[in-house]
């Protein structure tokens, strides 16, 4: 089982910038791709951007050039910086992992993060 523990959301002016972060903790040894995924009301959850265990990453078309992910893997961390924040960025963004065991994938989500952007 792999735990997520995300921080760093809150309310920002649009332009402004914030920074998630994600901590896994648990039986991660075999945790491969991380990343965020967020869900407006209303809306799908979708994805943000992920990045896998060696560092290549994959955004969103709405992310991309706006946002950065990265990954501390002895920390076992997943940073989200966002810049340019607009309000159509408003969400809960969620913590994502998934880990590889004897050919079976297994997802998991964290609690997620608030993020409101004021216009």
């Known amino acids: 089982q792999v735990q997520l523990a995300e921080s760093g959301g809150g309310l920002v002016q649009a332009g402004g910038s914030l920074r998630l972060s994600c901590a896994a903790s648990?039986?991660?040894?075999?945790?491969?791709?991380m990343g965020w995924y967020r869900q407006a009301p209303g809306k799908q959850r979708e994805l943000v951007a992920l990045?896998?265990?060696?560092?290549?990453?994959n955004y969103a078309d709405s992310a991309r050039g706006r946002f950065t992910i990265s990954r501390d893997n002895a920390k076992n961390i997943v940073y989200l910086q966002m810049n340019s924040l607009k309000p159509e960025d408003t969400a809960v963004y969620y913590c994502?992992?998934?880990?590889?065991?004897?050919?079976?994938?297994?997802?998991?989500w964290g609690q997620g993060t608030q993020v409101s952007v004021s216009s």
């Open positions: 994502y992992a998934e880990d590889l065991n004897w050919g079976f994938r297994t997802k998991y």
């Open positions: 648990g039986t991660i040894s075999s945790v491969t791709t």
């Open positions: 990045i896998t265990s060696s560092g290549t990453s």
